[in-house]
């Protein structure tokens, strides 16, 4: 996967709600082949705002059937890309674009019949619309049940796209919206997805013995709850796929304090290998991430939400230990393999050797 950015135009931008765009991206056809996606992918986005370079990941909501780039961008307060987003940028507008990536999906087999359930909050529809609309295209015989929350019915992210395609496919796929600032007269429709919704959706709504795949999509406090009640149901690992929109910043802070305090005073070089090239410098033990400190001092490596959820920064520990504040970006065999998120590495040897290029 290339880790380089390239300058697209932005072919169309629409809202699907007052407050999130869908950006279209026109990828002309000489890059198309590098663009090439899988559903459930996201695309990183870079571009200067106010003299600061500021990049973020947004999960691809188009189906790669369909042969075009569409990110939905939903503005949160004091978000600085998504208020550039819908705010600022126009049509024609060109902006940086790194391509696909991502571990969110399970592959198509057009052979199988396999029951899906999925379960999204607000913007975590955008993956699962590409994820929902590519199964059902791609294998006739399959079914997805949605279980999605949102505030209000006017908040509801990509409703007419849900709605066409429940239309299509009218016999294998059915939508349950959630809203937590409406009431409606079906209680278990109302508030967010709880223990006890959980008991009745898997009770009288999705049976728990028949559904091949999971894929959930939201805040950690609803994906960790859902994931939870599947594994004491004893729904395998291999079963259940989830993609953190945003992460629990409290807990890596505190674990941060901690090292901070250990290590204080004791010195780490830290040697990266990149592109062929090696740099080395010295930092403190226990304090800052080793991106951060190579950016700091003018190194160029990759990276996109420095939140240890989209792997951009991976790269392999050769020599010496660090402490992990936060490591979702990383499967089971990569973790084994020796392989690190280096936004959320802290070093707490004496010596460090990080290497990007294997
Ligand atoms: S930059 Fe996303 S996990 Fe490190």
Redesign the pocket.
Known sequence: MSKEFYPISVKSIDNTTDDCVIISLDVPSDLKKIFSFIQGQYLTLKTMINGEEVRR?YSLCSSPLDSEWKVGIKKVPDGKFSSFANDILKERDTIEVMPPDGNFYTPIDVNQKRNYAAFAAGSGITPMLSIIKTHLASEPKSTFKLFYVNQKASTVILKEELEALKNLYMDRFEIYYFLTKQQRSIPFLNGRIDQEKLEIIFKSICNIDNTDHYFICGPEAMIHLINDYLKVAKVSDEQIHFELFGTDNKVADQKKEVLAASFKGKVCDLTIIEGGKQMTIQMEQGANNV?DEALNNSADLP????????????AKLVEGNVDMLLSY?LEPDEIEAGYI????AIPTSEKLVVDFDV
């Open positions: 990941s991106l990276f996109a939400c420095k939140g240890g959820v989209c792997a951009t920064c991976k970006g998120l280096t936004c959320q």
